[in-house]
């Protein structure tokens, strides 16, 4: 009797140290490879690649303008990630970034101060995305139908409002337009303004009553409900969200080009879900990952840049950044497989 179970103990005692190194190896995995890692690696790796042939692309000057050209893509990027997340989309964050152009434009123009128009235009495109949030919900119509028709609303009024030409005339000698346009820190304000963006909305995301409950609908609808979750409130706000960054991007596009015009933003809306997909949210809903979806709109106007310096016709130009897409979905893809299989793995060697 006592033999076996000195075996035994034995053999415990020879196992416990196998069992160790797996834990420790996984929880190693587990703190590097996250929802962000695999989109990071390919950024890193174009921008490596591409300053390889073309030294000069790895400029800081080049690298700052290459990323400034992703701020309004990565703005409406990271709003849509909540849309995503609760199995909704929005297609007219584009038409909303126009209309909200316009409008802050003609107010400026009208007399009123830049920082005074920055509020009301930021409360106008909240209300149009909150207006697609409530037909959706009360009509019963299904999000993609509703925001495809209010993308030809919003830019309509928007060319109505403009009559199809550029607002001039603003107070260009305003601050608004000096530092909001401007750089701080040697950097572009638009950087500093997404990076605050993207790090609040990620709070909301991920630490917030709000963030789990777009993320337990997302997962389940018919079982939220079914508990007792809000649907209908985090469906408008989920909206009304991705509506405000629309008019946050309107805002620093404003500020940028110093002009209204009605026909900016034109394929934004599909540029915008695509650097979201890119960023690790899936059109399935559940999750999301807002620093994801900045990065996926980096990887977009790193490939755009890329083109320039390899004097490859623009008409490539679509080409090759749906090529990139395709790639960087599939090695993401097969990242997250390969995490779901180490992490699957994980409670047999805890």
Not at 26 to 52: C, K, S
Not at 171 to 179: E, H, I, L, R
Not at 315 to 339: C, E, K, M, P, Q
Request: glycine share 12%; proline share 5%.
């Amino acid at each position: 009797m006592s033999q076996p179970l000195s075996l035994q103990s034995t053999g415990s005692e020879r196992r416990l140290p196998d069992r160790q190194p797996t834990v420790v190896s996984t929880a190693w995995y587990r703190r590097l490879v996250r929802d962000e890692t695999g989109v990071t690696a390919i950024l890193v790796v174009l921008v490596l690649g591409v300053g390889l042939l073309h030294p000069q692309f790895l400029g800081t000057d080049n690298l700052l303008s290459t990323a400034r050209s992703a701020v309004f893509v990565g703005l409406l990027a990271a709003g849509m990630v909540f849309a995503l997340a609760m199995r909704e989309v929005d297609l007219s964050v584009g038409g909303n970034f126009a209309l909200t152009v316009v409008a802050g434009a003609m107010l400026m123009r009208a007399g009123l101060n830049p920082w005074l128009a920055l509020p009301v235009m930021l409360v106008l495109s909240t209300l149009l995305g909150v207006a697609n949030g409530v037909i959706t919900t009360y009509a019963r119509i299904p999000s993609f139908i509703v925001t495809l028709a209010t993308a030809l609303l919003y830019r309509g009024i928007a060319l109505a409002l403009a009559d199809g030409k550029q607002i001039f005339e603003l107070p260009q000698d305003s601050s608004y337009f000096t530092w909001f346009g401007g750089r701080t820190l040697g950097v572009p304000t638009s950087l500093w303004v997404v990076g605050l963006c993207v790090t609040a909305l990620t709070v909301v995301f991920t630490r917030t009553r709000f963030g789990a409950q777009v993320r337990a609908i997302g997962s389940n609808p018919d079982a939220a409900a079914f508990t007792g979750l809000p649907v209908n409130r985090v469906r408008i706000g989920a909206l009304g969200l991705s509506g405000l960054m629309a008019g946050v991007a309107g805002a620093t596009a404003l500020a940028f080009f110093m002009s209204g015009d009605p026909t900016l933003g034109q394929g934004f809306e599909l540029t915008a879900i695509a650097a979201a997909i890119i960023g690790g949210t899936p059109l399935a809903g559940g999750r999301g990952s807002v620093p994801g979806a900045l990065v996926g709109a980096l990887i977009l106007a790193v490939v755009t840049s890329a083109l320039v310096f390899f004097r490859i016709p623009i008409n490539w130009t679509s080409f090759a950044t749906g090529g990139v897409i395709l790639f960087a979905v599939a090695a993401d893809a097969g990242l997250r497989r390969y995490r779901a299989a180490q992490q699957a793995r994980a409670p047999r060697g805890a």
